[in-house]
């Protein structure tokens, strides 16, 4: 067997850019930050604080599985075209690997690793029985035709159709794929195994194979740990405001949810397309989505004009985060809270709920924990939309389908039993709520790897 | 309720905090509305039981409010805002389809992780109950009108489970909307439009037998008594008990009824065959055997009646039963001889062994004390261990104004009828309009027709503002109709004055259904019971010189040109109805 670290330099040979994408695809280029070796040093203080033997350090922290392909596809103009794609199994000692499929330029293996290594751990801390996977091909979406993406899609299963599947490892959508790629994937799958396989993919669209509750399920979930935060602080729903970040799925719904426990929402900001910059619209008296929603574009973004004349107050893009409120919701990009506009937080701010992925940067986390503010972890907070995938994907295998109001039941227990359970080893191991979720998560699946008996 | 005990009652609350069963805090509450009238009066009394009830006194009886979880008012508000339900709920379609697009529709959000923790912690049954604005407020009490469902809630697997609960909860909203709720607010001078549902979540008491569910008593008690007779006053109150679920004694069918002043003195039967003909024979239990046929817009869906053979199976007669001996054609206590079962709760009330009767009493007087105002409670009971559940409180209204009447009056020549056992207190004077039934064409087998008959004149009459005299044959709002008009309240609630003429064949109990009784005191109508052939017959004859104003197949309408008379004397339970002197 080799060594990881040659292993490793063949994986990145094997990701080098193309050179015979010339036209419609843009090459990988490498970037100095590698989060996989982010992900991988939050590992490793994981697991210097359960103590873990190097066996299992060695196992968690690197891929079990990484699949690299080639995807070819004959474009429009007739002219084939190979595509880059890439599957990760990180682990799946507690179940089959879950995990989207991203269609990003940009994407690099070692940005595939590391969401892998994420899933697993997100999948963890919801205490769902499945691994974590991620995977991707470098394209970008905007300059194929849409039966360019349906071969793409296609190719991308032809590639890996054997080693995923129902009881392997399930994809969904995640960046720039959406509902009906993952049909057509689900397709080609079908026809090579022949046979019905709805458990093999989700974020299917409601009329084949969905889900209830799905489009929800990441909003809600913020909520819901919101909602557990305010009991464990003792404030209640209608003594707080709120600040958003984003307006796109998971915003709206959050701000739907956390509107009708009692919150106010004065605040959110939004992507600007046309200006190629965010802007933030406040409203003191409470923001009211459905009038938002109304002047939205399907991106997210919110009509500056019309906001106006609504009344809403136009601000800077990160004029959310200055907000004099008690809940910060940052729900949109990454890397948005940082060690040098962490001052600009309000003293007022009790509660930061982590809507999209990674969006404070570890060296903000400490100054926001010494200023006593409740972070929310990413891989719990919102941890909703997994969940509701994985009620797909049980559903699909079942071939029977729940009422919306019964997925939406499981998620508030599943997210609240999760939030309880990290609060408790956070109360007791006298730890923050990330490092708490992450020992949880860690030390589960370093459980699953022994009661197996790899390591 | 006085604002005082409102606040009292808020006091005694916790939110729902996913523990359902919690020794600490057995009333919960999820959502920020009003917790509707039997939820408030149940939180009032929670803290009476806490602060005020003589426990030491009763040790062997566990005497407490089932646990239960309150979804406030502000729920339903958002259940029917967000799934668009005004325009079905508000309009005249039929409480089926009503019922049905409820079903369709989603609950919020917000609470359906807490049903769903909930059902995940219980599984023995559940009552989902109403708990409205407008229901046990004092003076329009919308008791009884809306629905209360019983879910067995043993399903294994506790998706069926949280389905069950949800189904029962939107049936429990679609019921504010039914029919029989719109014409109790168009009776009662409602705005249909301000109620609001809150929803009790609350566990059954009883223990399971061979399937059923059930508690081994069930009891419908009233500080103050219309129908006291013999050596019991009004003031003393009386007491109904029932076998199995207290739907029995809702419903108005046969129980045991007696004073608890003297629980030993058996009702006036006249035999002891007619004893075991009038007392109960069947009794309601949740079914916690095979599932029924799916029908979750139907109340009973889960409920089933067993009959007094399947009660001795389950060896739950020992507290209820008496036992006919043929030979001697005498009643005895206890079902220690073979022979026909009589449900007299003589083991209990003779012996005094578990002393439900003194627990009782305690109660009715501490709630009416609380209240200030009379009282009427419902409670179950479970037998080793000995556990009191108290289900719901209400206040009664009894008027304290005077009116005498006298026995000259009751045989005047323009007495239309007059009676010893008249219901209620007061004068009145405004009353035009008589509707009786014919009863040259009355029979016990047309009783239905005939309450779909009196629903079309008590509609117009009430659209009209007019208030009426109602004469009819039995038991009005009897749910047999070989006893009575199975009418529900609605449909005659426009009526200030009923009468029941009591045919020869017929039961002369009055014991209408808790629910009914209670909306007759509620709404201070006047109630007659006139034996058909008794000391002041009926003087048909002096409505027929009346013009007709409607006339159907059973029911006839006439008006005066001048009011009736009306008179009951409460305290003696005379009554007699005066033609107009002047015409």
Same mark, same amino acid.
């Given at each position: 067997m080799l060594p990881w670290g040659t292993f490793f330099a063949i994986y990145h040979k094997a990701v080098l850019p193309l050179t015979n994408l010339k036209r419609k695809t843009t090459p990988m280029i490498s970037r100095t930050y590698n989060p996989f070796e982010t992900a991988?040093?939050?590992?490793?203080?994981?697991?210097?604080?359960?103590?873990?033997?190097?066996?299992?350090?060695?196992?968690?922290?690197?891929?079990?599985?990484?699949?690299?392909?080639?995807?070819?596809?004959?474009?429009?103009?007739? +002219?084939? *075209?190979?595509? $880059? =794609?890439?599957?990760? !199994?990180?682990?799946?000692?507690? &179940? %089959?690997?879950?995990?989207?499929?991203?269609?990003?330029?940009?994407?690099?293996?070692?940005?595939?690793?590391?969401?892998?290594?994420?899933?697993?751990?997100?999948?963890?801390?919801?205490?769902?029985?499945?691994?974590?996977?991620?995977?991707?091909?470098?394209?970008?979406?905007?300059?194929?035709?849409?039966?360019? +993406?349906? *071969?793409?899609? $296609? =190719?991308?299963?032809? !590639?890996?159709?054997?080693?995923? &599947? %129902?009881?392997?490892?399930?994809?969904?959508?995640?960046?720039?794929?959406?509902?009906?790629?993952?049909l057509w994937m689900l397709d080609e799958f079908e026809v090579i195994h022949g046979g019905k396989f709805p458990g093999f993919i989700t974020g299917k669209p409601l009329s084949i194979g969905g889900s209830h509750g799905r489009k929800e399920a990441t909003g809600y979930g913020v909520v819901f740990t919101i909602r557990e935060a305010l009991k464990e602080i003792n404030v209640k729903p209608e003594n707080t405001t709120v600040s958003v970040q984003g307006f796109g799925n998971v915003a709206q719904y959050a701000i739907d949810l956390i509107q009708r426990i009692g919150s106010r929402v004065v605040c959110v900001s939004s992507w600007n397309q046309g200006e190629k910059k965010a802007d933030s619209y406040r409203k003191s008296s409470g923001i009211r989505l459905d009038e938002l929603q109304a002047i939205t574009d399907a991106f997210?973004?919110?009509?500056?004009?019309?906001?106006?004349?609504?009344?809403?107050?136009?601000?800077?893009?990160?004029?959310?985060?200055?907000?004099?409120?008690?809940?910060?919701?940052?729900?949109?990009?990454?890397?948005?809270?940082?060690?040098?506009?962490?001052?600009?937080?309000?003293?007022?701010?009790?509660?930061?709920?982590?809507?999209?992925?990674?969006?404070?940067?570890?060296?903000?986390?400490?100054?926001?924990?010494?200023?006593?503010?409740?972070?929310?972890?990413?891989?719990?907070?919102?941890?909703?939309?997994?969940?509701?995938?994985?009620?797909?994907?049980?559903?699909?295998?079942?071939?029977?389908?729940?009422?919306?109001?019964?997925?939406?039941?499981?998620?508030?227990?599943?997210?609240?039993?999760?939030?309880?359970?990290?609060?408790?080893v956070a109360r007791r191991r006298k730890l923050h709520m990330r490092d708490a979720a992450y020992l949880i998560s860690v030390s589960r699946v370093a459980q699953a790897c022994r009661d197996r008996g790899w390591v | 309720?006085?604002?005082?005990?409102?606040?009292?009652?808020?006091?005694?609350?916790?939110?729902?905090?996913?523990?359902?069963?919690?020794?600490?805090?057995?009333?919960?509450?999820?959502?920020?509305?009003?917790?509707?009238?039997?939820?408030?009066?149940?939180?009032?009394?929670?803290?009476?039981?806490?602060?005020?009830?003589?426990?030491?006194?009763?040790?062997?009886?566990?005497?407490?409010?089932?646990?239960?979880?309150?979804?406030?008012?502000?729920?339903?508000?958002?259940?029917?805002?967000?799934?668009?339900?005004?325009?079905?709920?508000?309009?005249?379609?039929?409480?089926?389809?009503?019922?049905?697009?409820?079903?369709?529709?989603?609950?919020?959000?917000?609470?359906?992780?807490?049903?769903?923790?909930?059902?995940?912690?219980?599984?023995?049954?559940?009552?989902?109950?109403?708990?409205?604005?407008?229901?046990?407020?004092?003076?329009?009490?919308?008791?009884?009108?809306?629905?209360?469902?019983?879910?067995?809630?043993?399903?294994?697997?506790?998706?069926?489970?949280?389905?069950?609960?949800?189904?029962?909860?939107?049936?429990?909203?679609?019921?504010?909307?039914?029919?029989?709720?719109?014409?109790?607010?168009?009776?009662?001078?409602?705005d249909f439009r301000e109620e609001k549902m809150a929803v009790i979540i609350q566990e059954v008491v009883g223990q399971l037998f061979n399937g059923r569910y059930y508690p081994q008593l069930s009891g419908v008690a009233r500080s103050f008594n219309f129908y006291s007779m013999g050596r019991s006053k009004p003031e003393d109150g009386v007491v109904s008990l029932a076998l199995g679920l207290g739907k029995t004694i809702v419903d108005g069918d046969r129980v045991w009824t007696y004073s608890p002043a003297y629980p030993k003195v058996a009702p006036p039967f006249g035999s002891a065959e007619a004893l075991l003909k009038e007392t109960q024979t069947e009794f309601w239990a949740v079914n916690m055997g095979k599932p029924p046929a799916y029908d979750p817009i139907r109340e009973t869906e889960y409920l089933v009646k067993g009959t007094l053979s399947d009660a001795e199976l389950d060896e739950t007669l020992r507290h209820s039963a008496s036992t006919y001996d043929p030979i001697s054609r005498k009643i005895s206590i206890g079902t220690g001889t073979k022979g026909p079962r009589a449900i007299t709760f003589a083991p209990l009330l003779d012996s005094n062994e578990t002393p439900v009767n003194a627990v009782t009493r305690t109660l009715l007087s501490l709630c009416a004390h609380a209240m200030g105002s009379p009282v009427e409670i419902e409670f179950a009971m479970t037998f080793n261990p000995n556990r009191f559940g108290f289900l719901q409180v209400r206040p009664m209204v009894v008027s304290s104004e005077q009116v005498d009447v006298h026995a000259d009056e009751m045989k005047e020549v323009q007495a239309l009828l007059a009676s010893e056992q008249a219901l209620g207190n007061g004068l009145i004077e405004t009353i035009r309009d008589i509707v009786y039934v014919k009863p040259s064409s009355f029979d016990a087998k047309f009783t239905r027709r005939i309450a779909a008959e009196l629903e079309n004149f008590n509609r117009t009459l009430a659209n009209e503002g007019r208030p009426y005299l109602l004469i009819g044959f039995g038991r009005w709002g009897s749910s047999d109709p070989w006893l009575g008009i199975p009418v529900q309240w609605g449909q005659i609630g426009g009526a200030n004055v009923m009468v029941e003429a009591v045919l020869p064949n017929m039961n002369v109990d009055l014991s209408q259904g808790s629910h009914f009784f209670h909306n007759l005191t509620s709404f201070q109508v006047k109630y007659f019971c006139v034996p058909y052939e008794g000391e002041y017959p009926i003087k048909w004859e002096l409505l027929e010189q009346h013009q007709t104003v409607h006339e159907t197949e059973f029911v006839r309408q006439v008006r005066l040109p001048f009011p009736l008379q009306v008179k009951v004397d409460g305290r003696s339970g005379r009554g007699v109805i005066l033609m107009p002197s002047h015409g």
């Open positions: 991988q040093a939050q590992f490793d203080r994981i697991a210097g604080l359960l103590d873990l033997d190097k066996p299992t350090r060695d196992i968690l922290r690197y891929p079990m599985r990484e699949y690299h392909f080639s995807i070819p596809v004959r474009m429009d103009d007739g +002219i084939v *075209q190979i595509f $880059r =794609g890439f599957r990760v !199994q990180h682990n799946s000692a507690r &179940g %089959p690997g879950k995990g989207g499929i991203r269609f990003h330029p940009l994407e690099t293996i070692d940005t595939v690793r590391a969401l892998a290594m994420w899933m697993t751990w997100k999948c963890a801390v919801v205490d769902i029985p499945l691994g974590g996977s991620k995977g991707g091909v470098v394209c970008d979406p905007h300059n194929l035709s849409t039966r360019e +993406i349906e *071969q793409l899609c $296609r =190719g991308w299963v032809r !590639q890996i159709s054997r080693d995923v &599947g %129902p009881t392997l490892d399930v994809p969904a959508p995640d960046v720039m794929t959406n509902p009906q790629d993952m997210g973004g919110i009509d500056k004009t019309k906001a106006r004349e609504l009344g809403y107050e136009l601000l800077p893009g990160d004029a959310w985060l200055e907000q004099d409120v008690d809940i910060l919701v940052p729900a949109a990009l990454e890397n948005q809270i940082t060690k040098d506009n962490v001052s600009a937080l309000s003293k007022r701010v009790k509660i930061i709920a982590e809507g999209a992925n990674g969006p404070t940067t570890p060296d903000a986390d400490p100054i926001l924990n010494e200023r006593g503010i409740f972070t929310i972890p990413d891989f719990l907070c919102n941890a909703g939309g997994v969940t509701c995938s994985y009620f797909e994907q049980v559903q699909s295998n079942m071939n029977y389908y729940w009422e919306k109001d019964e997925v939406l039941g499981k998620l508030d227990t599943k997210m609240t039993a999760a939030f309880h359970a990290v609060r408790d | 309720m006085k604002d005082i005990s409102r606040i009292a009652a808020e006091e005694s609350l916790a939110p729902f905090d996913r523990a359902f069963f919690d020794p600490l805090h057995r009333f919960k509450y999820i959502g920020s509305g009003s917790l509707g009238g039997k939820a408030q009066g149940l939180a009032f009394i929670q803290r009476i039981l806490a602060s005020a009830f003589p426990h030491d006194k009763f040790p062997f009886v566990e005497v407490s409010i089932p646990s239960l979880t309150v979804l406030r008012t502000d729920i339903f508000d958002s259940f029917l805002h967000r799934n668009r339900l005004n325009e079905v709920a508000y309009s005249d379609t039929s409480d089926d389809f009503i019922a049905y697009s409820f079903q369709k529709a989603e609950l919020p959000a917000e609470i359906l992780g807490d049903l769903r923790s909930l059902v995940e912690q219980v599984r023995s049954p559940l009552a989902i109950r109403s708990s409205s604005l407008l229901e046990d407020a004092v003076h329009e009490p919308f008791a009884g009108i809306y629905t209360t469902k019983m879910i067995p809630n043993n399903q294994p697997s506790p998706d069926e489970r949280f389905r069950k609960l949800s189904d029962a909860i939107k049936l429990v909203y679609a019921s504010t909307f039914f029919k029989a709720a719109k014409d109790y607010a168009q009776a009662a001078h409602q």
